[in-house]
């Protein structure tokens, strides 16, 4: 910032002979401070320097240097915008708001996080599309046994996720002896099929809930918000909408994860086929 104050100033000797130029519409300055001592019609900005308010500002503030101080009668009418230094003894003297770096670096943290969210969302999307598109029936399968046994695929989810963790764990300490990378990499596959499945089921049954609970063949008679695709686009907009949101979207999402881990392992993917080979009688 220094560099910048001082090219500012630079600049300002090269182009402009006066220190501080005036006009009927505000007041300039460029290389070194200002003291408002009576008022000021229009908008003040201060470049390379910081700024005494004495008196009125009957407009906006602009400092690039060394902060701003009022003292005596000096407010500003307007907002105060700075960069470098602080403010001082600024309460109940700006009539608009004050912006700080910090609150334009919590902007833009802000409009990262949410382009990043809707970056996710896009994958999100494409994924949740192909899934429907090759696997529409099971993933009916799995929002009809969610939306029957919540609980049940809810406390499964728990139980998978603290499994996989372990285990992940328990692999680690083989990777010196090359036993534990191939398992360690299996482990990471199956956990991220079992969770893209598992949240694209639970886009459906919330797909299938804002649609309201349907028989399948009125769902079919229906213009709009008809077959599997509808039902998980729907559910993932409803979602990703509270995963806009700062504190509440996270827990909602990750709790989704967990419902979805749990009715994957719960229905096998849709296929509600046994993990196990089932015993039966020979027949005679």
């Not at 915008?81 to 003297?93: D, H, K, P, Q």
């Not at 902007?107 to 990262?112: L, S, V």
């Not at 989810?157 to 996989?164: D, E, I, M, N, Y």
Request: with cysteine; charged share 15%; proline share 4%.
């Amino acid at each position: 910032m220094r560099r910048s104050v001082m090219f500012l100033a630079l600049l300002a000797t090269l182009v402009a002979p006066l220190a501080a130029a005036s006009s009927g519409s505000g007041l300039q300055s460029f290389g070194h401070g200002v003291t408002i001592d009576q008022p000021v019609k229009g908008d003040v900005q201060v470049y390379g320097g910081a700024a005494t308010v004495r008196d009125v500002i009957d407009g906006d503030l602009f400092v690039f240097g060394d902060g701003v101080q009022f003292e005596g009668n000096g407010r500003v009418t307007g907002n105060v915008i700075y960069f470098g230094g602080r403010v001082s003894n600024a309460e109940g003297r700006i009539g608009g708001r004050l912006y700080s770096p910090t609150s334009f670096e919590s902007a833009a943290a802000a409009m990262t996080r949410s382009a990043v969210i809707l970056s996710l969302l896009v994958v999100w999307l494409i994924a949740a599309v192909i899934v429907a598109l090759m696997s529409g029936r099971e993933l009916r399968l799995s929002s009809v046994e969610l939306r029957a046994s919540p609980l049940h695929c809810f406390a499964l989810g728990l139980v998978a996720l603290t499994s996989f963790v372990l285990s992940a764990i328990v692999f680690s300490y083989l990777i010196p002896y090359l036993i534990g990378i191939p398992l360690l990499a299996a482990l990471g596959v199956f956990a991220m099929l079992t969770k893209v499945y598992g949240t694209i089921a639970v886009f459906h049954a919330v797909g299938t809930l804002v649609a309201g609970s349907k028989t399948r063949d009125q769902l079919a008679r229906r213009k709009w918000l008809r077959g599997d695709l509808a039902m998980v686009v729907v559910g993932l907009l409803v979602l990703g909408a509270i995963r806009m949101l700062p504190v509440v979207g996270p827990l909602v999402w990750g709790g989704a994860s967990v419902f979805g881990v749990g009715v994957a392992l719960a229905t096998k993917f849709g296929r509600r086929e046994p993990w196990f080979l089932v015993w039966r009688p020979a027949d005679a």
